[in-house]
């Protein structure tokens, strides 16, 4: 305030409330002058030595326990679930990893015959109609899958 005479504006009655506030919480929570704080600060520490009333203490307590949280319960369903999910994964892959190195190995298969090498050769120089390759092939065919229902199955 400027003169005795005067009423508070808004302004100056807002500030005293937040220096009031800062003062009882021991810090500022706002925009209080640094000037006011530490002036009120000092008288109160001139009063009484900085110590706290026990009254005073048990508000302070209260209030930091009314406005605690409570640890949130830690899930332990989830995490067994993705436990359990990770192991059941990791035997999949061992039961996949044994099975694929079990598989047999490849078939050997037949060289093509002379003949159909033959027939190809013709059939490309145009000396030949294409009934022989075709009839080669056949041939080379058969013995292919002959050879391939005897190794797989």
């Known amino acids: 305030m400027t003169q005795d005479d005067e009423e508070p504006t808004a302004e100056e009655i807002a500030e005293a409330e937040r220096l ?3 003062l009882e919480r021991g810090h500022s929570a706002g925009a209080v002058p640094e000037d006011a704080l530490g002036a009120a600060a000092l008288l109160r520490f001139a009063k009484d030595g900085g ?3 026990p009254e005073r203490s048990e508000r302070i307590l209260e209030d930091v326990l009314a406005q605690a949280r409570p640890r949130a ?4 369903l989830a995490t067994t679930l993705l436990g359990l999910l990770g192991l059941s994964a990791a035997g999949v892959a061992s ?9 047999p190995e490849p078939a050997a298969l037949p060289a093509p015959p002379r003949g159909l090498l033959e027939a190809q050769l013709s059939a490309a120089n145009m000396r030949s109609s294409l009934t022989t ?4 092939t056949m041939r080379y065919r058969q013995a292919f899958y002959a050879k391939l229902r005897e190794r797989y199955g």
């Open 133 to 136: 390759l075709d009839i080669e």
């Open 51 to 53: 110590a706290l009333s």
């Open 20 to 22: 009031a506030r800062a």
């Open 73 to 76: 319960a830690r899930p332990r």
């Open 95 to 103: 039961i996949l990893f044994v099975v694929r190195s079990q598989t």
